[in-house]
């Protein structure tokens, strides 16, 4: 679409009644990002109230009818989901904006690939529209649904806010709080302006909509009850604000210590694997234990559901249902319902664990049953990583069908990912409930339950090695594009560990050209595995000063962990390497520092126990320019292709947190730019 272009969505699809808006971009350095939010607006183009303004800290409608959903990393950047239910779309709303905003004087146009699109219920896309230049301005209203004699068009609009998100919202009739006196919190973490007020009885009211129960302080001030007043005195009751301000997360605390007399004793556990004895006990039990544990904490639960076009509503699973299929009924793993309004949305879940692959069959069997019986989904889960482009069971959708149903696959390396956030990250409001995600997490991370993730590069790992060792492996070879997959499994699941751990965005960066076909990239990098002999990836941590690079070196058996970074605008060469020399201090005495010299291949180099007596060691000869610094750390990566402890995977996760933990939590992106007076103050 173009800017000011609108269509009919009934004329783009018949799936249109529940409908998935999606704003992306992507960041050349890697750390930029951006805010979904939504107002519904009436006829005079004002909104009803502040409760139709969604976003951060107002993510879902009571009524259904617009979800924010979690964002979802893509090749080049994030993508944010929106879910919309137009058919419970209040009748007196005639349209919804969507806009996006950033904060902290970062604008729009440091970003690249401005993009909406929109997909109807079943996932396909039926629309887009590219965002160009966008210059300073702070927030974008994207799009617009509006309602056209009964009918919903979508618009593409495209415009461009100076005052960001608060001044956007208030331009449609919202009435916010400022967000200065917002930012001005107390000692738990808890915005002041957002203490409730109490109620006539004493006890603290209910939050405002959308907002997150915060752990009770009893040294806050939000914790002090407010006087009492007389049953005279009237309690003026001021209506709760939108508040553009985030909220911060509380971690959780300390665990107590163990009255356990010594380490042989093991705690009791609400999910025990001591009892697992086959593959079948493995799917049923971690099958019953997922889904039991997403009813119980909603949270969990929505944040699984939602990248499936879900609703928010209440939710139920089943295990072992049987379903008739011929003359043989079928008895999927799982099933999930959830209910809103009177409206059930339902998946069938299967299930595979300890490695084993999926069935094409069983899938196509079970989507069958879904499009007959009018469900929405079937999600599959198991050990393997999806791959854009590669499927992982190959099923035969008939397009035919009025209702279709949508294959979703879903990796326990995802599952731990979302338990890992909300347990140490963001939390769920409720100690119970942590308790219940660590108890998940627990069993997921056992040994002896087979959800561990992608854990074997495959049947072509040990030929591919041993072809480019001693020099028969041909390019065209299809074992060398199956390492190939295997290793974009890998690195997409170390980004999942590393992220969970840091409670930061970790996504797999491509240098390929935008709107390259996945499979057509692959088959290039199997030609260079062939030719090179390396395996090569690039990891964007979050507010990191550069891309985390994790080289395999199959001729040598090496394994390179690295990052480069950009040497400082202001100073003094010799003050740089002073200063990042301090900075390394308890890095690894073998770390290797390179300095990186325009116009040359390479610059001075040595390991950091060399170099820390004498920094200037680093600096060039001449007058060469520096413009950066290359830190490494090198290990031999294991030799078998399975996660066992010389394994090659094993090895690869090894690398990347100990590169991580040693030596790049030393470094940071404004550090290595500040001011040249900074520099000689020896900042």
């Excluded at 040994?447 to 480019?468: D, T």
């Excluded at 070879?477 to 980004?495: F, G, H, N």
């Excluded at 010389?646 to 040693?662: E, K, L, M, N, P």
Aim: proline share 7%.
């Amino acid at each position: 679409m173009t800017k000011g272009s609108n269509t009919a969505l009934s004329a783009l699809s018949e799936n249109t009644g529940s409908v998935i808006v999606s704003l992306g971009w992507s960041s050349p350095a890697g750390d930029g990002d951006a805010d979904v939010s939504v107002l519904l607006l009436g006829p005079d183009g004002k909104v009803r109230g502040d409760t139709d303004f969604y976003f951060y800290n107002n993510p879902v409608a009571a009524d259904g009818s617009v979800q924010l959903l979690d964002k979802t990393p893509t090749e080049d950047g994030n993508e944010d989901r929106i879910g919309f239910d137009l058919t419970a779309v209040p009748p007196e709303v005639t349209r919804l904006v969507v806009a996006a905003s950033r904060y902290g004087g970062a604008h729009f146009g440091e970003l690249d690939d401005l993009r909406v699109t929109l997909s109807d219920a079943v996932g396909d896309s039926l629309l887009q529209f590219s965002i160009g230049d966008a210059g300073t301005v702070s927030a974008i209203i994207f799009g617009e649904l509006y309602r056209r004699d009964d009918n919903w068009k979508f618009r593409a609009v495209g415009q461009g806010y100076d005052s960001g998100l608060a001044g956007l919202a208030t331009d449609f009739g919202v009435d916010i709080d400022d967000d200065a006196e917002a930012a001005e919190e107390d000692v738990d973490g808890t915005a002041l302006a957002a203490a409730p007020e109490p109620a006539g009885n004493g006890e603290p009211a209910d939050p405002p909509p959308g907002s997150t129960p915060e752990p009770h302080d009893s040294g806050s001030l939000a914790a002090v009850p407010a006087p009492r007043r007389s049953t005279d005195e009237a309690a003026p009751r001021v209506a709760a604000r939108p508040r553009t301000a985030k909220k911060k997360a509380s971690p959780p605390g300390t665990p107590p210590k163990s009255l356990a007399e010594n380490d042989s004793w093991r705690p009791a556990r609400l999910f025990p694997v001591s009892a697992l004895k086959n593959d079948r006990d493995r799917e049923m039990r971690a099958t019953s234990v997922l889904l039991s544990v997403m009813t119980q904490v909603p949270r969990f639960g929505r944040r699984l559901t939602a990248a499936f076009g879900a609703p928010s509503g209440r939710m139920e699973t089943f295990t072992e249902v049987s379903l008739p299929h011929g003359d043989t009924p079928r008895r999927p793993d799982g099933v999930i319902r959830i209910e809103r309004a009177g409206k059930l949305w339902t998946a069938l879940v299967e299930t595979k664990t300890n490695g084993n692959a999926l069935k094409a069959d069983q899938v196509q069997a079970y989507m069958d049953i879904a499009a007959r019986r009018g469900y929405e989904a079937v999600i599959t889960l198991s050990n393997d990583v999806a791959l854009e482009g590669s499927p992982l069971v190959d099923v035969k959708i008939d397009r035919r069908r009025k209702h279709q149903v949508a294959l979703w696959h879903l990796s326990w390396a995802e599952v731990a990912h979302q338990a890992q956030m909300l347990i140490r990250h963001e939390g769920v409001g409720n100690a119970a409930r942590t308790w219940l995600l660590q108890e998940l997490l627990h069993y997921l991370q056992h040994e002896n339950s087979g959800c561990h993730g992608f854990q074997n590069m495959g049947a072509a790992w040990v030929p591919v090695r041993n072809g480019i060792s001693d020099e028969t492996l041909c390019q065209g070879d299809p074992r060398a594009l199956e390492v190939i997959e295997s290793w974009e499994r890998l690195v997409r699941q170390v980004c999942l560990r590393l992220g969970g751990e840091l409670g930061q965005k970790v996504l797999p960066a491509q240098r390929a050209r935008r709107g390259t076909d996945p499979g057509t990239r692959r088959v290039q990098l199997a030609d260079r595995l062939c030719s090179e002999g390396r395996l090569q990836a690039e990891l964007r941590v979050e507010q990191a000063p550069g891309l985390l690079t994790i080289g395999a070196d199959l001729r040598t058996g090496r394994l390179r962990t690295s990052i480069e970074i950009p040497a400082p605008e202001q100073g003094y060469p010799l003050t740089w390497a002073k200063r990042l020399i301090r900075r390394l201090a308890e890095a690894p005495a073998d770390l290797h520092v390179e300095t990186l010299v325009e116009g040359a291949p390479g610059g001075p180099r040595g390991t950091l126990e060399r170099l820390r007596p004498e920094p200037a060691d680093m600096l060039p000869k001449g007058a060469a320019r520096i413009t950066g610094f290359r830190l490494s750390l090198l290990k031999n990566m294991g030799s078998s292709r399975g996660n066992a402890e010389a394994g090659f995977i094993r090895s690869v996760d090894d690398a990347v947190q100990r590169f991580y933990t040693t030596v790049m939590v030393h470094l940071d992106g404004p550090v290595a730019r500040r001011t040249g007076v900074q520099d000689r103050a020896g900042v």
